[in-house]
């Protein structure tokens, strides 16, 4: 499945860019229908654009096809539980076709690298992934998409210093484009290589430095609980576990109206609940652990 891990909380600059391409003549129309996610339609006046059009125009239109597979690819792995089918394989490897053809006929785009990555990705190839965030980086060292992938990449391959290293370019990366979720997600992030590398210290103060710089910190307050529960004092997980649940979600402007508030809430029970039911349990408190476990049943059947 795509990575859970980049684009949950994280606006990618990419996205901004493509809405960009896409608003300007000729791609009004294929981006009409890709809002109304009507991608078998869109690829049918793309596949006219690409046999007709040259250079730049042609470069796009590949991009943008690419785009439309990857699109479906989501869709069918959503509906299929994960499951890698012949539909499937097939949606993937036009989208990564479509993404080279792009890069051949205009190979200065960093963001175009960063969504091929995606896709090898997406194909388990972590190490054409990492290369092609790289590219990315390498043709701008201050976008943050590159950082997210390189950083995912090389802890799937248990590289966690290298992942430390991408960590620390994506909060430098955020400070430059002044976003306080990219910061929190570098924090983050970094803290989970921390632990992985046994530097439970460090891995606490960047998840305080989440906390810090982000509107929605229960993620960080869970790692921290975690944290405490699998490798530190598991009594004092509760505490953070809790913190999570009160404190979770902090109040700003307009956040009453914010259709993300509940369903960062429900993923945030969700997943706390859970967790905490897990350290009840390794302290011995398994009745205090059901009812942890049967909050978060609830909420997985409510949102099914």
Same mark, same amino acid.
């Given at each position: 499945?795509?990575?859970?891990?980049?684009?949950?909380?994280?606006?990618?600059?990419?996205?901004?860019?493509?809405?960009?391409?896409?608003?300007?003549?000729?791609?009004?129309?294929?981006?009409?229908?890709?809002?109304?996610?009507?991608?078998?339609?869109?690829?049918?006046?793309?596949?006219?654009?690409?046999?007709?059009?040259?250079?730049?125009?042609?470069?796009?239109?590949?991009?943008?096809?690419?785009?439309?597979?990857?699109?479906?690819?989501?869709?069918?792995?959503?509906?299929?539980?994960?499951?890698?089918?012949?539909?499937?394989?097939?949606?993937?490897?036009?989208?990564?076709?479509?993404?080279?053809?792009?890069?051949?006929?205009?190979?200065?785009?960093?963001?175009?690298?960063?969504?091929?990555?995606?896709?090898?990705?997406?194909?388990?190839?972590?190490?054409?992934?990492?290369?092609?965030?790289?590219?990315?980086?390498?043709?701008?060292?201050?976008?943050?998409?590159?950082?997210?992938?390189?950083?995912?990449?090389?802890?799937?391959?248990?590289?966690?210093?290298?992942?430390?290293?991408?960590?620390?370019?994506?909060?430098?990366?955020?400070?430059?484009?002044?976003?306080?979720?990219?910061?929190?997600?570098? =924090?983050?992030? @970094?803290?989970? !290589? /921390?632990?992985?590398? %046994?530097?439970?210290?460090? *891995?606490?103060? &960047?998840?305080?430095?989440?906390?810090?710089?982000?509107?929605?910190?229960?993620?960080?307050?869970?790692?921290?609980?975690?944290?405490?529960?699998?490798?530190?004092?598991?009594?004092?997980?509760?505490?953070?576990?809790?913190?999570?649940?009160?404190?979770?979600?902090?109040?700003?402007?307009?956040?009453?109206?914010?259709?993300?508030?509940?369903?960062?809430?429900?993923?945030?029970?969700?997943?706390? =609940?859970?967790? @905490?039911?897990? !350290? /009840?349990?390794?302290? %011995?408190?398994?009745?205090? *652990?059901?009812? &942890?476990?049967?909050?978060?049943?609830?909420?997985?059947?409510?949102?099914?």
């Amino acid at each position: 499945m795509r990575n859970s891990l980049a684009p949950v909380l994280i606006a990618p600059l990419c996205l901004l860019l493509f809405y960009v391409l896409c608003s300007r003549s000729p791609f009004e129309e294929v981006n009409t229908l890709r809002n109304a996610e009507k991608h078998h339609e869109a690829i049918l006046i793309l596949d006219e654009k690409i046999k007709d059009g040259m250079g730049s125009s042609q470069a796009d239109a590949y991009h943008i096809r690419s785009h439309c597979y990857t699109s479906l690819y989501d869709s069918a792995m959503s509906a299929d539980g994960g499951d890698i089918t012949i539909e499937t394989q097939e949606l993937i490897d036009r989208a990564l076709a479509d993404a080279n053809a792009a890069i051949e006929l205009n190979e200065y785009r960093p963001f175009w690298y960063t969504e091929r990555a995606q896709i090898y990705t997406d194909l388990g190839n972590y190490e054409i992934s990492i290369e092609n965030n790289l590219m990315a980086a390498h043709l701008d060292s201050n976008i943050t998409d590159p950082y997210v992938g390189l950083g995912f990449g090389y802890r799937m391959l248990k590289k966690h210093e290298r992942a430390i290293w991408a960590y620390t370019n994506l909060v430098r990366a955020g400070n430059y484009v002044g976003s306080v979720d990219i910061i929190s997600i570098g =924090y983050e992030f @970094r803290g989970h !290589a /921390y632990v992985e590398t %046994g530097n439970y210290n460090q *891995a606490i103060k &960047d998840y305080i430095a989440s906390i810090e710089n982000c509107l929605f910190p229960w993620r960080a307050y869970e790692a921290i609980g975690n944290l405490h529960r699998d490798h530190l004092i598991p009594d004092s997980s509760l505490a953070y576990y809790d913190k999570a649940l009160v404190d979770g979600l902090i109040d700003y402007p307009g956040q009453e109206d914010n259709e993300d508030t509940a369903i960062y809430s429900d993923e945030m029970e969700r997943s706390v =609940y859970l967790n @905490r039911s897990k !350290a /009840y349990k390794k302290l %011995g408190r398994f009745g205090e *652990a059901s009812v &942890d476990s049967l909050r978060w049943s609830e909420i997985v059947n409510k949102d099914m």
